[in-house]
Each structure stands twice: as structure tokens, then as C-alpha cells.
């Protein structure tokens, strides 16, 4: 395997991964210093690494709370969540630039081997799941310096590390590969891709809240979890005591495990790889997309909009990446946060009551922001008609009535699953429900501002020739911006802490006043953003009604 030709392939497919804007950026660079060449790449590249680091830094924050030495139970359940969520998010990535690229017939003229064109693109992957493999990485390294011997323990959980992140890789490339030869899998790749994903990313968010509050309720009780997965457990005793010879048999077997993937990766996967990923895209573009609009149809306008948008969510990973993954975030960050104080608040439904209505209030509009201010169907949600959209515009009906019923629609579809995931976790920790009732409110204010915002911004920046769900949901994003998102996410957990700290020493009175005049000019902002944005729609769009 030559490594110039591996290093050609990952500059070559991290590419695919930089957002056009993003390029536009480089190419006026370039312009002003014509004689000074940027390499875009490389670029990219840093800033897939300065991202991880910043998700290093925030998840390792988080997971310093848990005090993991004396704990592997809890070490080892916390790692098992997040590599199943990395996995879920590695089984999309990974399907999208080995299978989804379509560009593998391009590498044929070239002297490049399969082994090469797998690690290349490998390689391009993993840096864009950095985001998603470092924030379980963080417990490694709380780990080790927690354990006294950081000269010892740092260099045992980077080992450890690259163990496990070498049967991560082994076994998501594994499963892609299989999965996608399959007949069946071919013919309704959108719906089992996105089944597959929901299944593992919703089962993750579910066994990390679980055991967050197992963690609380032991912690309370001066228990110890035990672990769900105790093979992973194998790592905490080789950062902790790693001359013991349970720690040496334990880390032995994963890399037994590590060593038998490579050997299916190598006798199965790579002789296979190339003729079975062509077939899979050459399957993938035989199916046609929605494309027919039956003009009957659209005489009865709410049961066709209706129709046709349930329709639409079945190209690619819409429903993964603008429902599930935008429901299940917020609870990433507050059930880390929460059960990780647990021992100073044994008692936390104390807490959820409306005398502490105020940080409440501000939670909900941090989960609706979360849910609502990014990667969502109402921000895609005209662009996801591709060409559709100039077809609908010449269309024997009410276009301002339709796009008005779009807005809704998808905001209904976007909004359930997060909906019934507040109420979940609100009723499980024992919310009260006039606090209940006063977030589901908050959350629907907020919400709709986001979502009002971010449906003229699609308009704004329409794209009918786009090639994945990813590069939609990254239009308009840049280095400076990602890092004043996480800064406000900061912000607001900070502000979050800080009203409950003041709910405890300000008046009742004061605090439910404060209270409902914030729901009371939430509610104004939402409607006022709903019919600005609404309005400016109509207006850009006037020449076609």
C-alpha cells in the first residue's frame, strides 16, 4: 500500500465533506493572493480537528463531574452509549463516501488498489466523525488523570483508544459491506438506512439516560452501577492497574478482536468491496425520487400537501438528520450535566417545581434551540423539492396557500418526536406539571421563531441540485459560526444555572411574574417572527402566484 496515493484519496474525498460556501470562501481567498495556493484540504482538515477538540474539551468538561477511578461499571456504560451513538453515526458517514459518492468508477483509469481506495476514504470518514468519536474518547483521558499516574495512564487510554476505535472501524466497514449487498437492502435502502440508524442512535439516547439515572439513584444510595457490556470494563482496569493479569487478558481479547475484523476486513470486505459498492450505486440510481405531482390530486390541496411531504421524507437520511438526531441532542448535554451532580442534588424533582419556573423556561428554549435551530425539516423543507419546486409553481393552484401548508406540515413532522421526548423525560424525572405545561408552551414559542427563521432562509438559499441531506444542512455554516453556536450553548447552560441559583432567593411572587411576562413576550416573538418571515415569503414569491 503506498501511502502518497492514500494521502491523494483522503485529500481527494474530504473534499465531498467541505460545504460550498465554505469552497466559495477559499476560491475568493485564492483570488486576492493568486501567487499564494490554498490548500483546501488541509483546511478542511484542521477544522474537522479543531471541532473534535472543542467536543473533546466540552464532553471531558461534562464527564469530570463523574468521578470514574473506583467506578468502572460507570466507565464502561458510558463508553458503550457513545460507541454505539458513534457507530449509528459511522453506519451513515461511512455508507455515504463509500457507497453513496457514486465516484468509484472514477478510480478505474488509476493505478489505485482497493486496500488504498478503502483506507483513503476510511481516513476521510474518521475525521469527520471526530466530532462524534472524541467526546466518548474524553472519558479515556478523565480516566487516566484521574487515576493519579498520568505519565502511565495517558499513553494506556491513547492505546486504548486506537483499540477501540480500530473495532469500531472494523466493524461498522463490516456491517456496511454485508448489509449493502444484500438484495433486499438494495431495493429499499432509504427506509432500512434509516431504520438502522434511528434504531441504534434512539436505543443509545435511551441506555445513556438510563444509565445517567442509575448513576444518580447509586450514587445517592452509595452504590456502584455494574456494567451492561463488562467486556468494556477491560479498558478501565488497563488505564487503572495495568500489570494485573486481569487487565492483560482482558485488553488481549480486544485485540484478538481487532485482529480477526482486520483478517474479515482483509480476506472479505476488500476483494468484494469495489464490485459490490458500484452495484449498490448503480441499484441506488435506478430508483427515481419523487418526481410525479398529479395535478387531480393537488385540486384538494391540505390531503396532497399532506401526502406528498410524507413522500418526501424518503430521500436519503432526512429523517435521520433533521428529526432524530435534532430530538435526541438537547438531552445529550442535560442528562450528562444533571446526573452528574446528582450527589449534591439527591433529590431533583425538589427542583423541577414552579418556584423554579425561570431556569425552566430558559431549558426549554435551550432544548428548542437544539431541536429547532439548525438541522430541521422547516430549514430544508423547500430545497427538499429539488426540481420539483419550479414544477409547482406553474401548477393550477394556490402556491402562497401550499407553501403555507408546507411550513405547517413539516413543523408538525419535525416537532413530534421532540415533543413526546420532553414529555418522556419530564414525566420520568418527575417534572410538576404546571412546570410541564409552562416548557411544552416555551418550547412551541421558540420553536416556531427558529423555524419561521429557518424557512425563509432556505428559500433564501435554495438549492435544487444538491447531492445529500449534509451539504442542505450546512449551507451558510462556517468555522466562526460553529464556534458562536457552542459558545451560546455555554452561555445558556451557564444562564440556566445561574436563574436556579437566584429561584432560591427571590421572592415567590417575583418569580412567577418574571415568569409569565417571559412566556407572555416569548409568545409576541413568535407570532411577530412567524408573520415577518411569512410576509417576506409571500413578497419574494409574488411573481409566481
Known amino acids: 500500500m503506498r501511502l502518497k496515493a492514500v494521502k491523494k484519496l483522503v485529500e481527494i474525498n474530504i473534499l465531498y465533506a467541505v460545504q460550498p460556501n465554505q469552497l466559495q470562501q477559499y476560491r475568493k481567498k485564492q483570488a486576492k493572493t493568486p501567487d499564494r495556493k490554498i490548500n483546501v484540504s488541509l483546511q478542511a482538515i484542521r477544522t474537522y480537528l479543531i471541532l473534535g477538540l472543542l467536543y473533546l474539551f466540552l464532553f471531558g468538561l461534562m464527564g469530570a463531574v463523574n468521578y470514574l477511578v473506583g467506578n468502572p461499571g460507570l466507565f464502561a456504560n458510558l463508553v458503550t452509549v457513545f460507541a454505539l451513538f458513534s457507530m449509528s453515526q459511522g453506519f451513515l458517514a461511512f455508507y455515504n463516501v463509500f457507497y453513496e459518492s457514486k465516484d468509484l468508477q472514477s478510480y478505474r483509469p488509476y493505478a489505485f488498489s482497493e486496500a488504498e481506495i478503502i483506507v483513503g476514504k476510511g481516513i476521510s470518514v474518521l475525521l469527520t466523525l471526530l466530532i462524534a468519536l472524541l467526546p466518548m474518547f474524553s472519558y479515556f483521558l478523565v480516566l487516566a488523570i484521574q487515576g493519579g499516574n498520568i505519565l502511565l495512564g495517558l499513553?494506556?487510554?491513547?492505546?486504548?483508544?486506537?483499540?477501540?476505535?480500530?473495532?469500531?472501524?472494523?466493524?461498522?466497514?463490516i456491517a456496511v459491506h454485508f448489509i449493502t449487498k444484500t438484495a433486499f437492502f438494495r431495493r429499499y435502502k432509504n427506509l432500512l438506512s434509516n431504520l438502522i440508524l434511528a434504531a441504534v442512535s434512539i436505543a443509545s439516547m435511551i441506555l445513556y439516560f438510563f444509565i445517567n439515572q442509575m448513576n444518580g439513584r447509586n450514587m445517592a444510595a452509595n452504590m456502584k452501577p455494574a456494567s451492561f457490556f463488562p467486556p468494556m470494563e477491560a479498558f478501565y482496569h488497563f488505564i487503572i492497574s495495568p500489570f494485573e493479569s486481569a487487565s492483560l487478558i482482558?485488553?488481549?481479547?480486544?485485540?484478538?478482536?481487532?485482529?480477526?475484523?482486520?483478517?474479515?476486513?482483509?480476506?472479505?470486505?476488500?476483494?468484494?468491496?469495489?464490485?459490490?459498492?458500484?452495484?449498490?450505486?448503480?441499484?441506488?440510481?435506478?430508483?427515481?425520487?419523487?418526481?410525479?405531482?398529479?395535478?387531480?390530486?393537488?385540486?384538494?390541496?391540505?390531503?396532497?400537501?399532506?401526502?406528498?411531504?410524507?413522500?418526501?421524507?424518503?430521500?436519503?437520511?432526512?429523517?435521520?438528520?433533521?428529526?432524530?438526531?435534532?430530538?435526541?441532542?438537547?438531552?445529550?448535554?442535560?442528562?450528562?450535566?444533571?446526573?452528574?451532580?446528582?450527589?449534591?442534588?439527591?433529590?431533583?424533582?425538589?427542583?423541577?417545581?414552579?418556584?423554579?419556573?425561570?431556569?425552566?423556561?430558559?431549558?426549554?428554549?435551550?432544548?428548542?434551540?437544539?431541536?429547532?435551530?439548525?438541522?430541521?425539516?422547516?430549514?430544508?423543507?423547500?430545497?427538499?423539492?429539488?426540481?420539483?419546486?419550479?414544477?409547482?409553481?406553474?401548477?393550477?393552484?394556490?402556491?402562497?396557500?401550499?407553501?403555507?401548508?408546507?411550513?405547517?406540515?413539516?413543523?408538525?413532522?419535525?416537532?413530534?418526536?421532540p415533543v413526546v421526548l420532553?414529555?418522556?423525560?419530564?414525566?420520568?424525572?418527575?417534572?410538576?406539571?404546571?412546570?410541564?405545561?409552562?416548557?411544552?408552551?416555551?418550547?412551541?414559542?421558540?420553536?416556531?421563531?427558529?423555524?419561521?427563521?429557518?424557512?425563509?432562509?432556505?428559500?433564501?438559499?435554495?438549492?435544487?441540485?444538491?447531492?445529500?441531506?449534509?451539504?442542505?444542512?450546512?449551507?451558510?455554516?462556517?468555522?466562526?459560526?460553529?464556534?458562536?453556536?457552542?459558545?451560546?450553548?455555554?452561555?445558556?447552560?451557564?444562564?440556566?444555572?445561574?436563574?436556579?441559583?437566584?429561584?432560591l432567593s427571590l421572592p415567590a411572587l417575583i418569580l412567577y411574574l418574571l415568569s409569565a411576562a417571559l412566556v407572555i413576550l416569548l409568545g409576541l416573538l413568535a407570532l411577530l417572527s412567524y408573520r415577518h418571515y411569512r410576509k417576506k415569503l409571500n413578497t419574494e414569491l409574488a411573481v409566481f402566484y
Open 155 to 173: 499513553p494506556l487510554a491513547l492505546l486504548s483508544i486506537l483499540i477501540l476505535c480500530s473495532v469500531l472501524t472494523f466493524l461498522v466497514l
Open 250 to 417: 482482558g485488553i488481549s481479547a480486544w485485540l484478538a478482536a481487532a485482529a480477526i475484523l482486520f483478517l474479515i476486513v482483509k480476506v472479505k470486505v476488500i476483494p468484494e468491496f469495489y464490485e459490490a459498492a458500484l452495484m449498490t450505486g448503480f441499484a441506488a440510481g435506478k430508483q427515481e425520487r419523487v418526481r410525479d405531482i398529479n395535478v387531480d390530486d393537488a385540486k384538494n390541496l391540505g390531503k396532497f400537501a399532506w401526502r406528498y411531504h410524507i413522500r418526501l421524507l424518503s430521500e436519503g437520511s432526512v429523517v435521520m438528520q433533521t428529526i432524530l438526531m435534532s430530538a435526541v441532542l438537547p438531552y445529550l448535554f442535560i442528562i450528562s450535566i444533571v446526573m452528574g451532580v446528582m450527589r449534591n442534588l439527591p433529590s431533583l424533582a425538589s427542583y423541577l417545581t414552579p418556584r423554579f419556573l425561570l431556569p425552566m423556561i430558559l431549558l426549554a428554549v435551550f432544548i428548542a434551540t437544539l431541536n429547532s435551530g439548525g438541522n430541521n425539516l422547516t430549514a430544508i423543507g423547500i430545497s427538499l423539492e429539488r426540481e420539483n419546486f419550479d414544477y409547482l409553481k406553474v401548477l393550477p393552484f394556490d402556491l402562497e396557500k401550499y407553501i403555507r401548508l408546507k411550513f405547517w406540515y413539516l413543523f408538525v413532522l419535525q416537532s413530534v418526536l
Open 422 to 503: 420532553l414529555l418522556a423525560v419530564s414525566l420520568f424525572l418527575g417534572v410538576h406539571p404546571i412546570t410541564l405545561i409552562t416548557m411544552l408552551l416555551v418550547w412551541f414559542f421558540a420553536s416556531l421563531i427558529w423555524s419561521s427563521w429557518g424557512y425563509h432562509y432556505d428559500y433564501k438559499h435554495l438549492s435544487t441540485n444538491w447531492s445529500n441531506v449534509t451539504e442542505l444542512l450546512n449551507r451558510g455554516n462556517s468555522m466562526v459560526k460553529t464556534l458562536l453556536a457552542l459558545l451560546i450553548t455555554i452561555g445558556m447552560v451557564i444562564a440556566i444555572v445561574i436563574l436556579f441559583f437566584l429561584s
